[in-house]
């Protein structure tokens, strides 16, 4: 499908026709012209969605009976849970890249990807299809790949984390950024190499940490997804019951 070989990777025209009878005619057609204009003009699809953290998408992918739509910031759907999988609202470098000019507006971020039957569509935020994805439209993604900064450490089977550049002597406890207390940890994918989140489990619990140590998550979860959440939206995937996943913010708020 599709989907999975993917990377990571809107003109009114109007005519008034004016009567040259009279100056006053010719005041109230254009009077009731412009009306026209300001009334027809749409509305962009998405303006109008609530907001209660500015840090995050408006729309959030929420699966219910096990199909996948968008919530609003109130947990409202929006978009219907009617896909076998979705993706957030943003860019698609395939499309954006696409040989077929005609289609590369459909790669910019008030898309989002979508499957369903086996068919991959972009929507825009009103969720309606706007596009359905073909091999020949897809173009090459230019991606620069941004070193990290920080790794994971394995020290007497804890985890820990070290920052490369000053890191030589596993015996001297002052140059690990994290000693290796944790049971694991794995640095998230983000735009912000040198303060990236950091899933970690302590006392057989999930919960993110920033690489000064500082809980940014409480260790309350039985799974974070390790996934692209953190670089797309600003949030995280996880489940308490290791069955039913959804998406909390930095502020561990869900939606």
């Known amino acids: ?32 012209s412009k009306t026209a204009v300001s009334s027809k003009v749409p509305k962009k699809p998405g303006s109008d969605l609530p907001v209660v953290n500015e840090n995050i998408p408006l729309l959030i992918p ?5 199909k996948s739509g968008f919530v609003n910031q109130k947990s409202r759907f929006v978009i219907q849970p009617e896909y ?30 979508v499957e369903k039957n086996g068919i991959t569509f972009r929507i825009n935020k009103s969720g309606k299809r706007v596009y359905q994805y073909k091999n020949d439209d897809l173009g090459k993604c230019n991606l620069t790949l941004q070193k990290a900064l920080f790794h994971a450490y394995i020290l007497h089977g804890k985890y820990g984390i070290i920052e490369d550049s000053k890191f030589k002597n596993p015996s001297d406890r002052s140059q690990f950024a994290i000693y290796p207390d944790y049971q694991y940890l794995y640095i998230m994918e983000g735009n912000d190499v040198a303060n990236p989140m950091i899933v970690a489990t302590y006392n ?25 959440s953190w670089k797309l939206g600003k949030m995280f995937e996880v489940t308490k019951d290791d069955k039913n996943y959804y998406y909390i913010d930095s502020d561990n708020r869900s939606y």
């Open 1 to 32: 499908m599709i989907l999975r070989k993917l990377k990571l990777g809107f003109f009114i025209t109007l005519a008034v026709f004016a009567s040259a009878q009279s100056k006053y005619l010719k005041s109230k057609s254009l009077a009731k």
């Open 62 to 66: 929420q699966k219910k009976n096990g």
């Open 84 to 113: 076998d999988l979705v993706m957030f609202f943003g860019e698609d470098c395939n499309l954006l890249n696409s040989p077929n000019e005609k289609i590369r507006k459909f790669g910019t971020k008030d898309f989002a990807t």
């Open 204 to 228: 057989d619990k999930f919960g993110v940490i920033d690489v000064n140590n500082k809980i940014v998550i409480p260790f309350e979860y039985s799974d974070i997804k390790r996934n692209y």
